[in-house]
């Protein structure tokens, strides 16, 4: 079975901070996706990366796929109140198999 | 388009009774998949169906069956609840084949269920 690490686990920062989430493996991922999850909601894409070494930009949100498709990171620039929320990681298998989920990182900015 | 929709929102169950958590999807999607969320564990799966007429089991399927209706519903049926399936269950959806590793998978809103 193949398993995603994320860590840390919680964070709580003050607005304006900047933070980085970590999601590594010991295997190899054809894609990683990283979800967003607001309370009382499911999860909702953020980003795809599939190549190797890929760098993705969403406004405040950069998202990295490590050079060898085993880890990718999600760094968060100047951190606002409405990033709360709970950021899962997602690899996709070389296999044809379902996606494999993180266990998240549960982020509190506070104004 | 509504996505993806999952009754009921809450449920209250005794130990021992059975209930099926139902799904549908308006995106005419090949992939479904149910999900269950405890703190602390992340997203587990329980069943997912790669197309129309096929299901396989995930990571954690004890305790539950799975019937893929049609190309847009996916139920999950628990027949004799147990406190340790108390979770917050999550149906979703992607368009690719069972990988959906180049496909996003689209969540519906949840059905909280508690075992007493």
């Known amino acids: 079975t193949q398993l995603l690490e994320q860590s840390p686990q919680f964070l709580s920062i003050q607005e304006g901070e900047n933070l980085t989430v970590y999601c590594n493996s010991s295997?190899?991922?054809?894609?990683l996706q990283w979800y967003r999850q607001e309370p009382g909601e499911g999860p909702v894409l953020l980003v795809t990366?599939?190549?190797?070494?890929e760098v993705k930009k969403l406004k405040r949100l950069t998202f990295q796929f490590g050079d060898a498709r085993k880890d990718s990171s999600l760094h968060i620039t100047a951190a606002q109140p409405g990033d709360t929320g709970l950021y899962l990681c997602?690899?996709?298998?070389?296999?044809?198999?379902?996606?494999?989920f993180g266990k998240g990182t549960r982020l509190s900015v506070i104004a | 388009n509504a996505g993806v929709t999952q009754t009921p929102k809450f449920q209250v169950l005794k130990t021992g009774q059975s209930m099926t958590l139902q799904c549908a999807q308006d995106?005419?999607?090949?992939?479904m998949y149910w999900y269950r969320q405890d703190p602390g564990m992340g997203l587990r799966l329980i069943y997912y169906s790669a197309s129309e007429g096929t299901t396989d089991k995930g990571e954690v399927p004890n305790g539950y069956n799975v019937s893929r209706l049609n190309k847009r519903e996916f139920s999950l049926r628990l027949e004799s609840a147990a406190p340790s399936q108390t979770s917050v269950y999550f149906c979703a959806s992607s368009g690719g084949g069972a990988s959906g590793g180049r496909y996003t998978q689209y969540f519906g809103p949840g059905t909280r269920l508690t075992v007493l």
């Open positions: 995106m005419n999607h090949n992939s």
């Open positions: 295997s190899v991922f054809s894609s």
């Open positions: 997602a690899g996709a298998p070389l296999g044809n198999t379902p996606l494999v």
């Open positions: 990366v599939v190549t190797g070494g």
